[in-house]
């Protein structure tokens, strides 16, 4: 009896040491391959485009989340409040983008903005999403891309989310002289981080026509699941970037996944259904003074939780949110704000069109 407890007890204590030896290396070999990029780095161009932006002339600007084209209307997430980790196979993911690419060309933007691009990653089976879009979108002009998400490999759940390599994605049909990754603040802390995003502003710069300002186009995707600390940061290092540029006379259109509401619009529509349901931060937008403005079209909700599917679920008791949407500067003059109706079937983000002219 004495021996069978203590073989037991041995077995635990040689599994546990194994258990913690893996651990300990996987820590190593994220620690010295951890991303840690400049505060800001020069980002390649591709394409080509000679023309830059005409003031008076109406400029279209898409922003789209496209959650790395496996966050379709059959997905549901873990960190949401879901049960799966892997959410689309291969076919599934083709599908999503190639309904997302369709989108794009119905709504025919001049500038799309995209977040949650993958180049490499096990979630989206490595298949290189950048590389996809930019060949199949059929937008004559440039493209940029920003790592947001790269780390060898993310050690949580079971099974795990493997490795990583994502970011933002910028397409242009007008000439962008350059681009740039600005570094956000991160809010998690050694060894956390390692498996975690670096968030990012992506900067590209447009000539405009008979002028020697630019337009100023800047994709971001700011904090999601942090304590609200990192929300704050980032959304104040976002403010400094827009307000420097406007107050240059430059033109500026940020647009992207917020993770926060506006508080100049109205979200009753779309109330907590849960308190368990993952909850927004949100902007005062009167701390950006009078040279911003905010805008997003509250009539259809920008994204929906990921703690059930889409199919099939009762839709009038889901968890829908408006984080989604645009900051303009008061020299740009906004036409129309449109969230179209995808019905999440692509993705569980609704894409965002903005029409304008520049002063």
């Not at 242009?172 to 002289?177: A, L, M, N």
């Not at 000539?207 to 999601?224: F, I, M, R, T, Y």
């Amino acid at each position: 009896m004495k021996k069978g407890i203590l073989f037991l007890l041995k077995g635990i204590g040689i599994l546990l040491l194994a258990f913690v030896v893996v651990f300990i290396a996987i820590i190593g070999v994220l620690t010295v391959t951890e991303y840690k990029p400049e505060d800001v780095e020069e980002l390649a161009l591709q394409g080509e485009s000679t023309s830059g932006v005409t003031p008076g002339e109406t400029l279209t600007v898409m922003t789209w989340n496209i959650g790395y084209g496996a966050l379709g209307e059959n997905a549901d997430f873990f960190m949401d409040g879901g049960s799966h980790v892997s959410t689309a196979d291969e076919e599934e993911v083709y599908h999503n983008l190639d309904g997302i690419l369709e989108t794009v060309a119905g709504a025919n933007p001049d500038i799309v903005l995209f977040q949650e691009v993958d180049r490499k990653a096990k979630r989206s089976h490595f298949i290189d999403e950048e590389a996809y879009l930019y060949s199949m979108s059929g937008m004559d002009g440039m493209e940029s891309f920003a790592y947001n998400y790269k780390t060898l490999y993310v050690p949580y759940p079971i099974p795990t989310i493997g490795r990583v390599e994502a970011g933002l994605m910028t397409l242009s049909r007008y000439q962008v002289d350059s681009a740039r990754r600005i570094q956000l603040p991160c809010p998690f802390s050694y060894p956390v981080r390692l498996a975690n995003l670096k968030r990012c502003l992506m900067v590209d710069r447009i000539p405009v026509e008979g002028s020697d300002k630019e337009l100023v186009v800047v994709n971001l995707h700011l904090e999601a699941y942090d304590s609200g600390e990192g929300k704050i940061a980032q959304t104040a290092m976002l403010k400094e970037l827009l307000t420097t540029e406007a107050e240059k006379g430059n033109y500026v259109i940020a647009g992207g996944d917020f993770n926060q509401t506006f508080s100049n619009v109205d979200t009753g529509m779309y109330p907590t259904v849960s308190d368990e349901m993952w909850v927004p931060g949100k902007i005062d937008v009167s701390e950006f003074g009078n040279s911003l403005e905010f805008v997003a079209d509250n009539s259809v909700p920008t994204c929906r939780s990921l703690d059930r599917p889409y199919a099939g679920s009762d839709r009038e008791n889901f968890q829908y949110y408006m984080i989604d949407g645009f900051i303009v500067s008061s020299n740009v003059n906004v036409e129309t704000i449109e969230t179209l109706n995808g019905e999440f079937v692509f993705t569980d983000h609704n894409p965002v069109v903005l029409k304008v002219t520049l002063d």
